[in-house]
C-alpha cells in the first residue's frame, strides 16, 4: 500500500504501519535472520518509511556500509597478522557494520512491500547490490586468510569464492519466491541445522572468527566450501530426480 492508500484513522489522520506490519512483511532467510535480522529491519524499514525514503536508498546505504566493512577488513589482514592491531576490533567493527547492512537489506523489502512503493528495476538494483557486498565479504576472509597463512591453497580461496555463488543464488531466488527447500520441515532442529547456511548468522560466525582467531579464517573457507558443494550436489540430484518423475 502507497501513503496515499493507507487506512484513514477517524481523526482524519493517515494511520501508519507498526513494525509488526514489516515483519509480516519478511520473507524469511532462516532461523537467525528471521528471529533477529528481519525483526530489527522492521523498525529500520518504519524509520524510512517515516523519513519517506525510497526502498533503493535503504539498499543504498546497505551497500555503502557493507562494503566499508569488507574494505576495512581487506586493509587492517596484514596489521592484524604482523601483531600491529587487535584483532577483536576488528571483528566487532566487521560484526556491527554487515549486520546493519543486512537488516538494511531486508528493511527495503519491507518497506518496498508495505509502502507499496516497489519496482522491478528497485529489485534488480537490490539483487545487484547483494552481489557487491557478498563479493566483498568473500575478498575479505580470503584476505584475512592469506594474511595469516601465507601458504593458503590457491584453489581452496578459488572454491571458497565459487561455492559462496551457491548461497548468493539460493537467496536471490528466496527473495523472488523461486526457491524450494531440499528439507521443507520446519522443526527447531531442522532451523537449527540451516543455521549454516543462514546469511544472518554466517556473518555473525565470520567476524567471531576474524575477533577471537583469525588464523582459523583458512578453515572457515574450508568449511563454507563444503557445505556450499555438498548443498549444490544435493540441489542437483533433487533437481534431477524431479526432471525424471
Known amino acids: 500500500m502507497s501513503r496515499a492508500e493507507a487506512p484513514v484513522a477517524a481523526g482524519g489522520s ?24 528481519q525483526r530489527a529491519a522492521s523498525y529500520l524499514a518504519l524509520g524510512a518509511y517515516r523519513l519517506g525514503l525510497r526502498p533503493t536508498v535503504v539498499s543504498a ?79 575479505a576472509v580470503a584476505t584475512v586468510a592469506v594474511a595469516q597463512r601465507p601458504s593458503t591453497p590457491a584453489w581452496l580461496v578459488g572454491a571458497f569464492a565459487g561455492s559462496w555463488m551457491v ?10 519466491g523461486t526457491n524450494e527447500s531440499l528439507v521443507t520441515s520446519s522443526s527447531l532442529p531442522v532451523r537449527v541445522v540451516k543455521l549454516v547456511r543462514d546469511y544472518g548468522a554466517m556473518i555473525t560466525l565470520i567476524p567471531l572468527v576474524l575477533a577471537v582467531a583469525p588464523a582459523w579464517s583458512v578453515w572457515l573457507m ?10 549444490l550436489l544435493a540441489s542437483i540430484v533433487a533437481a ?4 525424471l518423475r
Open 240 to 243: 534431477g530426480r524431479a526432471s
Open 61 to 139: 546505504v546497505n551497500l555503502v556500509l557493507g562494503l566499508a566493512a569488507s574494505v576495512f577488513v581487506v586493509l587492517t589482514a596484514r596489521p592484524v597478522a604482523a601483531g600491529h592491531l587487535p584483532a577483536w576490533l576488528v571483528g566487532v567493527l566487521a560484526f556491527v557494520v554487515w549486520q546493519l547492512a543486512y537488516c538494511l537489506d531486508c528493511a527495503d523489502g519491507q518497506l518496498a512491500r508495505v509502502a507499496g512503493t516497489g519496482s522491478a528495476a528497485g529489485a534488480r538494483v537490490d539483487v545487484l547490490i547483494d552481489v557487491a557486498v557478498q563479493i566483498s565479504i568473500v575478498a
Open 167 to 176: 548461497n548468493l543464488v539460493t537467496s536471490v531466488m528466496a527473495k523472488e
Open 14 to 37: 493517515v494511520d501508519e504501519p507498526r513494525p509488526a506490519d514489516f515483519y509480516r512483511a519478511n520473507r524469511g532467510g532462516g532461523l537467525f535472520s528471521e528471529t533477529l535480522s
Open 222 to 231: 574450508a568449511l563454507f566450501t563444503a557445505v556450499n558443494g555438498l548443498f
